[in-house]
């Protein structure tokens, strides 16, 4: 088991830091604006949260800036708050659950829970100029997770080709690179 809370955190820090004029720019992500990734987290919050409780969710996909709650900036943080605290009942972690219509061991949907917070918490704290850090126990997590998908996967339904960072860079890079995204990346 680890601790989702500290990158939850640091993801709810941004989203509160969020302004009025940065919900129409581009992200790393290149499908979503800054209002829709807002949007994909709040829709990512409460499904890794009902993951956690191993409670069946029905609802459509999520990255529509349209849907962004008005009061993004307190309820975002509040559902990043829970979702952190579902996850640290030993329930979460045992048997099988589902997210986003897929089953998985309760281990693996925490870790792509984390991967969620600290991939999205990076798009949009480098959308918005702000800073993202994570703990190096937690990018050691999301590394595990990012370097298991195979290239076969890449799609870009999950992660997009790997960009090449050196073997030498910092680990958050190394997890950047490895999900598709260019460390480099910088707003216009």
Same mark, same amino acid.
């Not at 604006?33 to 409780?53: E, I």
């Not at 975002?76 to 045992?94: C, D, K, Q």
């Not at 126990?137 to 195979?150: C, E, R, T």
């Given at each position: ?8 955190? *640091?993801?709810?820090?941004?989203? =509160? ?17 800054? %209002? ?23 609802? %459509? ?5 349209? =849907? ?19 996850? *640290? ?36 704290? =480098?959308?918005? %100029? ?50 598709? =995204?260019?460390? *480099?990346?910088?707003?216009?």
């Amino acid at each position: 088991m680890f601790d989702l809370t500290p990158a939850a955190d *640091r993801l709810a820090g941004v989203v =509160r830091a969020v302004k009025d004029g940065d919900l129409k720019a581009p992200t790393p992500c290149p499908e979503y604006m800054v %209002g829709d990734l807002l949007d994909h987290v709040n829709g990512l919050s409460h499904a890794f949260t009902m993951a956690a409780r191993k409670t069946p969710l029905d609802g %459509g996909g999520t990255g529509d800036a349209a =849907r962004l709650p008005l009061d993004f900036r307190e309820s975002i943080p509040r559902r990043l708050g829970e979702l952190a605290l579902a996850w *640290r009942s030993p329930e979460a972690w045992e048997g099988m659950t589902a997210a986003g219509g897929v089953d998985l061991p309760g281990q693996v949907a925490a870790a792509v829970a984390l991967d969620e917070i600290v991939l999205h918490g990076w798009d949009l704290a =480098r959308a918005t %100029g702000q800073d993202f850090e994570v703990e190096e126990d937690l990018l050691q997590v999301v590394h595990g997770f990012v370097s298991s998908i195979g290239p076969g996967d890449r799609d870009g339904s999950l992660f997009g080709a790997a960009v090449e960072v050196g073997s030498n860079a910092p680990l958050l890079d190394r997890v950047l690179g490895l999900s598709g =995204r260019d460390p *480099r990346w910088q707003l216009g």
